[in-house]
């Protein structure tokens, strides 16, 4: 069975920092990777997902992950935080056998702080 | 494209008493999941629909809950004699391709509260 794990449930950054969202999977076939912000109150929004063309995956509001399989990771990164970007964040991978559900994480709450 | 809707967007009721949710997907999109989220927690998969056929349903939905997609479009969640641990936010979410790398497009949710 596929899974994602996200580890630590909340991160606090400076404006301005660095920003390190982790996530691990458990997957016996190739995954396919998402990750997707929720703003309050709202849906979850796409920011970027490994399709196994490029390991290094850019996706919108500055935000990039890396796949690496050897470590079965596929952690978020953006260089410069900005307050806009607190909210939760999650990690999920596409179940291949089943209809392509996804399975997510537990999410990561991101707390931006001047 | 107006993207996933779903209404209501909030709904309180009281324990017992039945419950309806719509969502309205993407046009075009023949896939349509529906998740719930509880606090603190990430969505969990409920069931999907190809066109109006339903193909999968997972373990948390009762026998409380149905799901139908008339002719492939819009799509119902039914909650009966709901209890205070069907509390959560319900998501829907569309997509039209077949493929695992395939874009699931998510809808506000709508948020159950039950007293």
């Known amino acids: 069975a596929q899974s994602v794990t996200q580890l630590g449930s909340h991160v606090s950054v400076s404006e301005g920092a660095l920003v390190l969202l982790r996530c691990n999977y458990s997957s016996s076939v190739p995954p396919y990777l998402f990750w997707y912000v929720q703003y309050p109150n709202q849906g979850l929004q796409l920011l970027l997902k490994y399709t196994s063309a490029a390991t290094l995956v850019k996706g919108i509001n500055g935000f990039e992950a890396e796949f690496k399989k050897s470590e079965t990771s596929f952690h978020l990164t953006k260089p410069s935080a900005h307050m806009s970007d607190a909210a939760e964040y999650f990690c999920?991978?596409?179940?291949?056998?089943?209809?392509?559900?996804?399975?997510f994480g537990a999410g990561t709450r991101l707390a931006v702080h001047p | 494209d107006t993207g996933v809707s779903q209404d209501p967007r909030h709904k309180i009721t009281k324990r017992g008493q039945n419950v309806t949710f719509r969502c309205d997907p993407i046009?075009?999109?023949?896939?349509l999941y529906w998740y719930r989220q509880t606090l603190g927690q990430g969505p969990e998969f409920l069931t999907y629909f190809q066109n109006e056929a339903q193909l999968e349903k997972s373990r948390l939905l009762s026998d409380r809950f149905s799901a139908e997609r008339p002719k492939g479009s819009f799509s119902t969640l039914e909650i009966q004699r709901t209890e205070q641990g069907d509390s959560a936010m319900y998501l829907c979410?569309?997509?039209?391709?077949?493929?695992?790398?395939?874009?699931?497009?998510f809808g506000p949710g709508t948020r159950l509260t039950v007293l």
């Open positions: 979410a569309s997509l039209a391709g077949s493929a695992s790398t395939d874009t699931q497009y």
């Open positions: 046009s075009e999109h023949n896939r």
């Open positions: 999920a991978v596409s179940d291949n056998g089943g209809y392509n559900k996804l399975i």
